[in-house]
């Protein structure tokens, strides 16, 4: 990576009033989580993940399922956050505001102390009931109910009729409707908007670029292949973000400091 690409955009970002970071799978790649559009090992590697995260696919084969979040929980949990997440955490201390927006259900941003973080696509590690039986969305505490897990997911113990899933957002499912608003608002005012490691190809949440930069912000990319949004980024990093961002906030840290 050119430093003088570095350089230019840790100037854009030591300027920023109200940031905003969207972030993908890619963020979490350094992790030892693979991305979603990338082939598995193993017993998952016949399998698409996209056509597996649907109500549809739930509904036809609820133990593939809940077996393919199974071993991603699995995955998650044997992982850690990287140094792209730390530094996230230490930008916060080098300028006024910092969100995050993030894609991804690992919980890495939260786990590090990143202190406003938007989970546009819910959390892996809770369930709730498929009917949301009292209410969007019922959450249901797994540790506490006794099932055989051969047989799948457990049932509801509210209404002792659905399955219990996973409480993400799958494809052909819309997302809480506060969560979106807030993030909308946030990339129409942001003044930069920092999109990493994602495709740019799963909506809505892929318009939220297209938002701040209709609305004047700067938006830059961290990411090694181009993305959906590369188009409209005023700068794309090509590299990973667990190795980028530290680096970045050392130069931040350096042009704040004279
Ligand atoms: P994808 O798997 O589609 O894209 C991951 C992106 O990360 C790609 O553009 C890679 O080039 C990039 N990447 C790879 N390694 C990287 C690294 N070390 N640093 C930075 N970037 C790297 O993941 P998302 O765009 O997050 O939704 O996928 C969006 C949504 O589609 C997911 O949240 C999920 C999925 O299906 C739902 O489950 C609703």
């Known amino acids: 990576m050119e430093k003088a690409k570095l350089e230019t955009v840790a100037r854009m970002l030591v300027d920023a009033q109200r940031l905003v970071v969207l972030t993908g799978a890619g963020m979490s790649k350094e992790s030892g989580v693979p991305t979603f559009r990338e082939a598995h090992d193993g017993l998952w590697a016949r399998y698409d993940p996209t056509s597996l995260a649907t109500p ?23 992982s850690a956050p990287n140094p792209g997440h730390h530094a996230l955490v230490a930008l916060e201390d080098l300028l006024p505001q910092v969100v995050i927006v993030t894609q991804n259900v690992d919980g890495f941003h939260q786990q590090v102390g990143s202190s406003d973080v938007i989970c546009l696509h819910g959390n892996i590690q809770e369930n709730k009931c498929f009917d949301d039986c009292q209410g969007k969305p019922t959450l249901v505490d797994i540790s506490r109910l006794e099932w055989d897990a051969e047989t799948g997911p457990p049932t509801c113990p ?8 996973p409480n993400v957002v799958w494809f052909n499912e819309t997302l ?10 946030l990339s129409q005012d942001c003044d930069v908007m ?3 490691g994602t495709s740019g190809v799963v909506y809505p949440a892929a318009y939220l670029p297209m938002i ?17 949004i590369s188009q409209i980024a005023v700068q794309r990093l090509a590299g990973g973000s667990g190795e980028l961002l530290p680096l970045i906030v050392d130069l931040i840290r350096q042009l704040k400091s004279t």
């Open 212 to 228: 701040a930069h209709q609305s004047g912000a700067t938006v830059l990319e961290i990411n090694p292949s181009p993305s959906g």
């Open 158 to 165: 509210y209404c002792r009729q659905a399955l219990v899933r």
């Open 176 to 185: 809480p409707v506060a969560v979106l608003e807030r993030a909308q608002q």
């Open 56 to 78: 549809g696919a739930f509904r036809r084969n609820p133990k593939l399922v809940w077996d393919w979040y199974t071993y991603r929980r699995e995955l998650i949990a044997g």
């Open 194 to 196: 920092l999109v990493i």
